[in-house]
């Protein structure tokens, strides 16, 4: 038999979505880029976010904070100076806030 080709196997449990929303840390917003149920990416945070750091952040929609979405924890586990984004894990997510971003993510948020 012959292979032509392999998966690199990922790490990733939950699918990704590009989704607007913002992801506001020390009175800053930022873009996001993608996010599943577990972590998200960000755009610009580069020299703000060192690698493997744990901050309370919020999530929100241009129209506001997200039910339950407040103070949650994240970790910083890639920071790419050359496309200027940097991707986080969600650190126990409580019920609340996973609901929400669940609504968010599979397009069932009330709007």
Known sequence: MTI???RVQEKRKDRRRE???LLEYDGQDFRIA???LGGLVIEGGCPVFPVD???KANLKTSDGELAGCANI???V???DPDTGRV???FMG???ACFTTLERQLTGRAKH
């Open 93 to 95: 997510l409580g019920d």
């Open 19 to 21: 989704i607007d929303m």
């Open 73 to 75: 924890s994240v970790r």
């Open 87 to 89: 991707a986080f894990h």
């Open 77 to 79: 586990v890639r920071n």
């Open 34 to 36: 993608d996010c599943s």
């Open 4 to 6: 032509i080709s392999t």
């Open 53 to 55: 750091s744990e901050v």
